[in-house]
RNA sequence: GCCCGGGUGGCGAAACUGGUAGACGCAUGGGACUUAAAAUCCCUUGGGGGAAACCCCGUGCCGGUUCGAAUCCGGCCCCGGGCACCA
């Protein structure tokens, strides 16, 4: 045994050692492991070409689990692969001239080769790269039955529109309302999209969050089921008449209780009727309604964006009769009504709504108040947020003028109940659940992605590709310059003959969004080289058991995927509704940023290495300077690793300095496994310290713990005793953390178990004792360490003798704490008097309360400050602590 | 703007269901070893007061519930994630 620790000589020496035994194949049904499969998976990663320490921390993550779930007898696979179409690969062609897919495979191959040297369980046969043809040719295939089941259909969208690159712009491609690369104002344009009517299964996808999901985190089932937003309302109609003809307008209202105060009906700028009403308003030789609608286009299609924007509005001039109360009511066009949800339409109540309370008192617009609270006092101007309270309101003043229809006295539920009855009856309304959730598009006009296996002939339309010629390959050699979509203006891939009548026709351009390929590609894992999208296999391994990603993925992916996976339950192609039975959302790793900052105001990011932190007297960093001149820069907090701050840690030079496990061990030490991180050069050296120790601390012990019995005598003496407590509590804790997937306090329980033993070895005790206590330790404590830093454990395993007697470390059975070791005999009690600390006594572990009490108030400290008060009330905490109250 | 999180020493954090705030680690200061440095080891380290025993204050801010609050409730401030074409 080599008495220095040389990580990476035990890295390669463990790594050579599994990649022998083939250990993370993983097959379906192992008689070796009768407790069943464990399918733990990351979120696959896109492939930018550099790994970065936050790649490091998840698939870290991910790691533990599997080597945990193995170590606890499960069949477990972990499987890995690549996000390959995307904006990314498109960008770095337009910058570097290359195609997209030249860039990702380089990229692949890059990712993979960093990949090796960290030791991850992943069974790399199993491996999915989403561009690949043999992969979405299933999404084509999948999109195929979605058309003819009706889930896919074609509708306009809107999208950015870049009028100088002739391009449409992805939201993150808008900066400030302008094009990225053209700097020219965006636009609002509609084109024809494809669209998955995941709305069809709002009700389950909402339902199953809420009332199933048990192994998701709170917060990801309150954001799913505020993003499905279930509302209960009316939809109801106010009559107009338009060049003669009837018609209907039509809104949605949570609040039917209020439509006696209605004063106002707003439609959004691409509403039918607001242009209809600018077409008429043009006739006549008026254009302010155009104007106003040309300048809602401005801008882009975020809602975010939108929801920022200040809200205006123009009045029409034109009328509608309000259903009830028969009531003249405006129509105004507004910026803030949004065209894909509910009817494009909204009533407005100023009184009772706040935003309609801004836009009246903007525009001068009448504020009637129909609900009451109590006593509070209404006014018209200034909003008060009773006014829109639901509970305990009554309706006022909501009698139409004719009497006919009266809700004054009404309780919200009231109210609502009898309105929808009177518009129902009037044929002009009904109750109705609207959903927030809208349908997804997944048309995107770009290059890089699965082709929509859709063919446009003049005769006959949009025609599927027949399922017998697909995939429809994406050409891999097209370079993007920026302006348009490159398959648009490829002949080879345009070209082709209609299937239904033969003639030529042209290929439809759009490709697919990419959250389709991450929607099932973990179903792809199971089931490699399978001749169908899926097969037995999947079945076998899916449901997930633990998925792992991060919180922004929280509603969209990890929406689509759950919609996904139920469209291919209905379509027989899976058993389960759910893909993922537990998941576990990671936080980011970030990293110091320092910069200075030049004349212009223009400031330059220093790679931390570059800088030398100072600290006062009392280690309070007081300032920084630059290694290369020995000045001052300035400190920019601490944030995301990017590319422009130059904070990106990337994994290599450390692992080459200290070692994978070293990394690992401080990646999981750094902090929860749920929330961010910074990673710290000199807080990781501290780990590797504790694992240089722990080695020397084998090396010296490895003679003593050869001779030592195999198993710890039943009697020990007291020292020992409490050393093994120690041990097994700590252990304990180590096993439930591990369970809960609090990785940090983890690693802490290894560091104690080692302090622990580092003190045991001072032990004056009888010699076979105390090495066989030492034994135990050690065993423990490498099997603690083990998912975490697993090469040095396996190193250490075998060094100590402990694979010869137990076998691999892979499948050797997690010790289990020992319950004669967890029982104490005595018991050392926090005694409290009103609430604060003021003394400890020690008592027998079975001692009475009464007992317990006289040996608390008999305490010299605790008398002091009892002194002769009456006492009023003596809590007793089991085995925690009492608390006299005088 | 809307939805969801978070805020504890100089720093990363711990405290499992309301019960000893700061485990474990980093950094800092002091010391040992060394010709010296590195490495290693030991001690100190929330703030204030005190010679000491010990006392007071302290978990973003204000208020409440409780024998007892970092933890529960109400209000506020700040930071982060998402908002449907970044992935």
């Not at 009231?414 to 309304?429: I, K, P, T």
């Not at 290894?750 to 030492?774: F, G, N, Q, V, Y």
Request: hydrophobic letters at 40%.
């Amino acid at each position: 045994m080599d008495p220095t620790y040389d990580p990476a000589a035990v890295e390669r020496a463990a790594q050579e050692h599994w990649r022998a035994l083939e250990a993370y194949r993983a097959k379906e049904n192992d008689p070796r492991f009768p407790k069943g499969k464990y399918y733990v998976c990351s979120m696959l990663p896109y492939p930018s070409g550099k790994l970065h320490m936050g790649h490091m921390r998840n698939y870290t993550l991910n790691d533990v689990v599997y080597r945990f779930m193995r170590s606890s007898g499960y069949n477990v696979m972990t499987p890995m692969g690549w996000d390959a179409f995307g904006l990314p690969a498109e960008n770095a062609a337009i910058e570097k001239g290359i195609a997209p897919a030249e860039w990702t495979r380089a990229n692949i191959a890059d990712m993979k080769a960093q990949f090796a040297p960290m030791g991850f369980a992943f069974d790399w046969s199993r491996e999915v790269t989403t561009c690949d043809p043999g992969y979405y040719r299933w999404n084509q295939w999948l999109f195929l039955k979605m058309l003819e089941g009706g889930i896919a259909y074609r509708k306009t969208q809107v999208v950015n529109w870049d009028p100088v690159d002739q391009t449409v712009l992805a939201n993150e491609q808008v900066v400030d309302g302008r094009g990225w690369r053209s700097g020219a104002p965006v636009e609002k344009r509609e084109i024809p999209g494809y669209y998955l009517a995941i709305t069809r299964y709002a009700e389950e996808l909402l339902d199953e969050v809420t009332n199933d999901l048990e192994g998701w985190p709170e917060q990801v089932r309150t954001m799913q089921e505020n993003w499905i937003g279930r509302s209960e309302g009316v939809r109801f109609a106010f009559p107009f008449e338009l060049d003669g003809k009837s018609e209907r307008l039509w809104v949605f209202t949570t609040r039917a209780d209020t439509i006696m105060g209605v004063t106002f009906v707003a439609v959004a700028p691409e509403h039918p009727l607001a242009r209809a009403l600018a077409e008429r308003e043009v006739a006549r030789g008026a254009r302010r309604l155009q104007t106003f609608i040309e300048e809602c286009k401005r801008g882009g299609v975020a809602d975010a964006e939108l929801a920022a924007l200040e809200k205006k509005g123009v009045a029409t001039g034109f009328f509608v009769e309000h259903p009830l109360s028969g009531e003249r009511v405006e129509v105004w066009i507004g910026n803030y009504v949004l065209m894909g949800y509910g009817e494009g339409a909204v009533m407005g109540v100023p009184g009772h709504d706040e935003r309609d309370f801004a836009f009246a008192l903007r525009y001068g617009l009448p504020i009637k108040q129909v609900i009451a609270l109590g006593e509070e006092a209404f006014s018209p101007t200034e909003w008060k947020p009773w006014y829109a309270s639901t509970e305990g309101s009554r309706c006022i003043h909501s009698r139409s003028p004719d009497g006919r229809y009266d809700y004054d006295g009404k309780s919200y539920q009231e109210a609502v109940d009898a309105v929808a009855a009177d518009l129902a009856a009037l044929g002009l309304g009904e109750k109705r659940v609207q959903w927030r959730l809208r349908d997804w598009g997944i048309s995107r006009q770009r290059y890089w992605g699965t082709p929509i296996p859709i063919i446009h002939c003049d005769a006959c339309g949009a025609v599927p590709v027949p399922e017998t010629s697909l995939p429809v390959l994406l050409p891999e050699d097209l370079v993007p310059d920026g302006t348009g979509n490159p398959l648009a203006k490829d002949e080879r891939f345009l070209a082709c003959s209609c299937p239904k009548c033969g003639k030529p026709a042209r290929r439809e351009t759009d490709t697919m969004d990419t959250f389709v390929d991450s929607s099932w590609y973990f179903m792809r894992y199971c089931c490699p080289g399978a001749e169908t999208m899926v097969d037995a296999r999947t079945e076998y391994w899916m449901a997930m058991d633990q998925y792992i990603g991060g919180i922004e993925h929280a509603v969209l992916h990890l929406l689509y995927a759950r919609f996904w996976t139920k469209v291919m339950r209905d379509l027989s192609l899976a058993s389960f509704g759910e893909p993922f039975k537990r998941l576990f959302t990671q936080g980011m790793l970030l990293a110091h940023c320092y910069y200075r900052e030049d004349a212009n105001g223009r400031k330059r990011w220093f790679y931390p290495a570059e800088v030398e932190q100072q600290f006062d007297e009392r280690g309070v960093p007081v300032s920084a300077v630059a290694k290369e001149d020995g000045k001052p820069v300035l400190y920019g907090g601490i944030e995301k690793m990017s590319k422009s701050k130059n904070n990106v840690v990337e994994p290599g030079t450390f692992i080459r300095q200290f070692g994978a496990d070293s990394a690992r061990a401080f990646v999981m030490f750094a902090g929860p496994p749920d929330q961010s991180a910074p990673w710290s050069d000199a807080s990781a050296e501290g780990v590797h310290r504790f694992l240089r120790r722990l080695w020397t601390f084998c090396h010296e012990q490895r003679e003593r713990i050869a001779a030592a019995p195999r198993s710890v005598p039943p009697a020990l003496d007291a020292a020992l005793k409490k050393t093994r407590h120690e041990l097994h509590v700590t252990l304990q804790q180590a096993l439930f953390d591990y369970q809960r997937m609090k990785f940090n306090t983890v690693v802490s329980a290894a560091m104690k178990m080692l302090i622990a033993l580092e003190t045991a070895r001072e032990l004056p005790a009888e010699p076979p004792a105390s090495a066989a206590l030492l034994r135990e330790g050690l065993g423990v404590l490498l099997q603690t360490l083990y998912p975490v830093a697993p090469h040095i454990a396996h190193a250490l395993w075998v060094e100590l003798g402990f694979a010869e007697e137990r076998g691999d470390l892979l499948d050797a059975p997690m010790p289990q704490p020992s319950e004669a070791a967890l029982r104490q005999d005595e018991l050392e009690l926090v005694v409290q008097v009103n609430g604060k600390l003021r003394g400890r006594v020690t008592v027998a572990a079975e001692a009475s309360e009464e007992a317990v009490k006289a040996a608390a108030l008999a305490d010299e400290h605790v008398r002091k400050f009892v002194a002769g008060k009456p006492v009023r009330k003596v809590i007793l905490v089991r085995g925690k602590l009492i608390n006299i109250v005088v």
